[in-house]
């Protein structure tokens, strides 16, 4: 759509709008639209409010100001560029999430600099860019540090491309940074040089997340940056921290609502060991705690004093036993959301659903992904412990060796508010175990009875009864994960049949194939992307796809030494870009 | 696996290693991918190695990691044993940050000692693979260790899991801690030529500290048991290398009377 020039219009006389017909809504001068509109964060009610008509197209591009784009692919930046002028916050998302996993070639893309290039000229007055999985190079960031100096906040989740280098050029130049924060951040070994870069009279910062950059820090930079920083309210510390160390950091900031600890393990004193303590049982405002690398039930207790306000206990990073996450866990009443490690067992879940009645979000990580050292982790009873007493629980992520269905079954009856159920069976196609059952009504139970359900990933041997299940009864449904799992093509044609939300399907190592793929051909334009890899795509069948949806782009990744047939790996998006110019070699656009 | 390969690796070895991947990490084993091992219990100076390695758990995605988890697929198939669930990329589905992180920890922190497994399965995907590829199944200590230079405040951290020997181990570490673009590190004048430091030309050498607690030199012992015993490294000036130095001399005259 050509952007109108703004007018101006004062007089109602004006009935009639730009497209002829008459519309109350022209009632309106644009200034009194405008300034309604200006108060609508949600990108998708914006989105929605565009659609209206003309004039509301025109009012909310004005006063968008805050930039969503969930598939860095799906537009470019001059088609933004040319319609939003006011943007001054950016939230970018590049690779699809398989990419996490290893499962895609190395510079496959979404790489932000063409953004930034194209930022640096429409948007001079950026405050702030968030970005999940893209790639950030060294001269991205100096880009980004010198072209906007109202800038603030600079956000990386599951970036790569960067190195100390780049980071240097932020902490120089960003005079203003109110946030920086790294996490999950794929990358070569970052040294810890940029923390000592900030200006000695740099006092702005309220957020700082280095928790995922595995290099050492001066901590001497370190202190003097926390005790400038009045304003500092999240605090995430590296492994290179050491417990003493937080103790002094602790100190000059006790208004910290969210703290990440370094490693949680060194020999101190018995007086290091009551000041850390009591430095913990003055940070009253504590609500997020995570880090605790090494963590051991002698040090623990010297947190107790800072978990009465917690909500939100981090400890995916410790590896700790039951009986240590049940002590800890008794001074922690008011904890929505949870992360740990699966060594606490059943009997750590157990604990869990007796001292967390509030609990929310529950996230179970293995130690030992690959079951090495022949420990068990949890199963389904440590998952149905924790539903019988977390009857909130609408979050939950948990591995695990084993499960039931009649488990799942009554999981869901305890907790049916269930909005996001990823339920990790780690060996590929195992059935229930007790039944020696395929695990179908566990996940029928899931779609029956969670109908606010949002996201589900599913394993174990499942055939294509589940997702019948799931077609017919999982009508929120938005994002689905599937690997290993179904018989037929018909498994994924129910899904892509029947929900109506749907908006990301990633699916593995299953036996569909191109009737499957090709009977979502209308779904795929109202869907953000469809990931599909070993299962039985051609290349065939890729390329009719592409043929009959020219706004969709169909990305072909062979691996190697596989035939001219295979499509090994698809990745389909919609478009209003076209097919993308950067592709490395190995993808295929057809 | 790759070790047939060896004789001509001695001759050729400027020239094949360190470019495969492009900055990918250590090269590929296996059939036919054209690159190459580093020498498997030789040690090798520095200038063996014009084009260099990169270390760390390098996840810019990774064609070459991607390779490596094909090559290390046809190794598998091939019959070495291992577990259904570490044969498959990508599976569990666990950030490779993650894995690294707690898999390394529950090794620190239990009291088992470190097992040797007949998989040698890893906690990161792309270095299980890697694992799998090695002639012996030493699992080692996994994951990155502390490495700190003598004069220089900040230490570094190296993955030892991208390193197949020391030469890439060694190559890694000079170009951390002696790349010339570096003038700010602890403010020291670097030169031109990174410093040897395996073989005793340099100004500094490069050690380790076992699980013992003793500090020796740092290519001793076969990889496989380094990794095993190796808890943390430091770049010590030669000339505080004196109470390894009987060891030291030993090793280099030991290495000149080494068939290359």
Redesign the interface.
């Known amino acids: 759509m050509d952007p109108d020039p703004k007018k101006s219009k004062f007089l109602p006389s004006n009935l009639l709008n730009s497209n002829g017909s008459s519309h109350p809504q022209s009632l309106f001068p644009d200034e009194v639209l405008e300034k309604v509109l200006s108060l609508i964060d949600s990108h998708k009610d914006r989105n929605s409010v565009s659609l209206v008509c003309k004039d509301w197209y025109n009012a909310e591009r004005w006063t968008r100001s805050n930039l969503f784009i969930g598939n860095c692919y799906s537009v470019s930046p001059e088609i933004v560029a040319r319609r939003f002028p006011k943007i001054k916050s950016v939230r970018l998302k590049g690779k699809p999430r398989f990419s996490d996993f290893d499962m895609l070639p190395r510079d496959w893309g979404a790489n932000v600099h063409s953004w930034l290039v194209m930022f640096a000229k429409a948007y001079p007055f950026l405050e702030e860019l968030r970005l999940k999985r893209m790639t950030v190079s060294d001269q991205s960031m100096e880009l980004l540090a010198k072209s906007f100096p109202h800038f603030r906040a600079l956000s990386l989740s599951s970036c790569d491309g960067f190195t100390d280098d780049g980071l240097k050029a932020i902490t120089t130049h960003c005079g203003n940074l109110t946030e920086l924060d790294i996490r999950d951040s794929v990358t070569v070994d970052v040294g810890g040089g940029w923390l000592s870069c900030f200006p000695e009279d740099f006092s702005s910062l309220e957020i700082l997340n280095f928790s995922s950059l595995n290099s050492e820090v001066s901590f001497e930079a370190l202190e003097k940056l926390v005790s400038r920083c009045r304003s500092l309210r999240v605090l995430k510390v590296n492994e290179s921290i050491t417990l003493d160390q937080l103790q002094r950091l602790l100190v000059h900031a006790p208004l910290l609502t969210e703290l990440g600890t370094g490693s949680f393990l060194q020999e101190l004193t018995p007086r290091q060991y009551e000041d850390i303590e009591s430095a913990f049982g003055n940070s009253k405002n504590l609500q997020v705690l995570s880090g605790l690398w090494d963590a051991t039930s002698f040090y623990l207790p010297v947190l107790y004093g800072a978990c009465s306000g917690l909500t939100f206990l981090n400890l995916s990073d410790a590896v700790l036993q039951s009986g240590e996450l049940a002590k800890l866990l008794a001074h922690c009443p008011n904890l929505r959301r949870l992360w740990v490690i699966d060594t606490v067992e059943d009997k750590g879940l157990e604990a869990v659903g007796s001292s967390c009645p509030l609990l929310e979000e529950l996230r179970v990580f293995p130690v030992d992904p690959y079951d090495l050292d022949h420990r068990h982790g949890v199963s389904e009873m440590g998952f149905l412990a924790v539903s019988r007493g977390c009857r909130k629980l609408r979050y939950v992520l948990y591995f695990c060796r084993r499960m039931t269905n009649a488990a799942v079954v009554t999981i869901v009856q305890n907790c049916p508010d269930f909005t996001h159920f990823r339920l990790c069976i780690m060996n590929p196609r195992q059935p229930d175990y007790l039944t020696n059952e395929t695990m179908d009504e566990a996940f029928g139970a899931v779609a029956k009875t969670c109908t606010k359900l949002r996201r589900l990933s599913v394993s174990g041997l499942l055939t294509d009864t589940t997702f019948e299940y799931i077609g017919k009864y999982a009508k929120n449904l938005e994002t689905l994960s599937v690997a290993f799992a179904g018989s037929s093509d018909r498994g994924m044609q129910c899904v892509l049949e029947g929900c109506p939300k749907l908006r990301k399907l990633e699916i593995r190592d299953c036996p569909f194939g191109n009737a499957a793929l090709l009977s979502g051909l209308k779904k795929y334009e109202m869907m953000r992307s469809l990931w599909m890899s070993s299962c039985n795509l051609t290349m065939k069948g890729c390329r009719l796809l592409a043929r009959e949806m020219p706004r969709l782009n169909v990305e072909v990744i062979k691996d190697k030494g596989s035939d001219e047939i295979q499509a090994d790996k698809v990745y389909v998006y919609r478009s209003v870009a076209g097919p993308r110019q950067d592709a490395p070699p190995v993808v295929l656009t057809l | 696996m790759g070790m047939s390969k060896e004789t001509e690796l001695e001759l050729g070895l400027g020239l094949s290693l360190g470019n495969s991947g492009g900055g990918?990490g250590v090269g590929v084993v296996g059939k036919g991918k054209g690159s190459a091992w580093g020498e498997y219990g030789r040690i090798l100076t520095a200038k063996d190695f014009p084009n260099g390695f990169?270390?760390?758990?390098?996840?810019?995605?990774?064609?070459?990691?991607?390779?490596r988890?094909?090559a290390a697929a046809?190794c598998v198939d091939e019959g070495s044993a291992s577990?259904?669930?570490?044969q498959?990329?990508?599976?569990?589905?666990?950030?490779?940050?993650?894995?690294n992180?707690?898999?390394n920890?529950?090794k620190?922190?239990?009291n088992?000692d470190q097992?040797d497994?007949g998989?040698g399965?890893?906690?990161n995907?792309?270095n299980?693979k890697k694992k799998i590829n090695h002639g012996n199944d030493e699992r080692g200590h996994l994951g990155?260790v502390k490495v700190n230079m003598d004069g220089l405040?900040?230490?570094?951290?190296?993955?030892l899991n991208a390193h197949k020997s020391y030469e890439t181990l060694a190559k890694t570490l000079e170009e951390?801690f002696f790349k010339p673009s570096l003038t700010?590190?602890g403010g020291k004048e670097q030169p031109i030529q990174p410093p040897k430091l395996l073989d005793g030309s340099s100004e500094f050498v490069l050690t380790y500290e076992d699980k013992e607690g003793d500090w020796m030199l740092v290519g001793d012992v076969p990889w496989g048991m380094f990794l095993n015993t190796v808890k943390r490294l430091r770049i010590m000036r030669t000339s505080e290398a004196n109470g390894l130095a009987p060891k030291f001399q030993e090793k280099s005259e030991k290495q000149k009377g080494k068939p290359i």
Not at chain 2, 54 to 67: A, I, P
Not at chain 2, 153 to 159: C, E, L, Q, T
């Open positions: 990918g990169s270390s760390g758990r390098s996840g810019n995605g990774g064609g070459t990691k991607r390779e988890a094909a046809d577990a259904a669930v570490s498959v990329v990508g599976w569990p589905p666990i950030r490779a940050y993650r894995m992180t707690l898999f920890q529950s620190t922190t239990s088992a097992q497994k998989v399965g890893d906690e995907n792309e299980s990155f405040p900040i230490g570094r951290k190296v993955d951390m700010t590190r």
